[in-house]
């Protein structure tokens, strides 16, 4: 599933701040597994799609590549609801 704005995901790794986190120490954890927020911005950094989660209990926003982020829940646009995403299990 693309990712878009408005998903609610989930953060599926630790990630440690790389020097690009403002106001975070080099190599401090700022996200963990199961974390979740809201897509609220998507933008480019060398030449690769990131995405910017707003997380509402900390009021922090944090940058992303795909792969570390699980989709929970969809916004369908057609009936205007949240609809829950099932992970594929292989």
């Given amino acids: 599933m693309d990712l878009k704005i408005n998903q609610l995901v989930k953060v599926n790794k630790v990630i440690r701040n790389d020097g690009t986190c403002g106001g975070c120490s080099r190599g ?3 996200a963990y597994v199961g974390l979740e927020g809201f897509i609220c911005d998507i933008q480019d950094f060398l ?3 990131v995405y910017v989660v707003h997380f509402m209990e900390s009021n922090r926003r944090i940058g ?3 792969g570390e982020l699980d989709v929970v829940e969809d916004f369908d646009e057609e009936t205007e609801t949240w609809v829950k995403v099932e992970k594929a299990t292989s």
Wanted: aromatic share 22%; proline share 11%; hydrophobic share 45%.
């Fill in 47 to 49: 030449f690769e799609p």
């Fill in 64 to 66: 992303f590549r795909a």
């Fill in 28 to 30: 401090e954890e700022i």
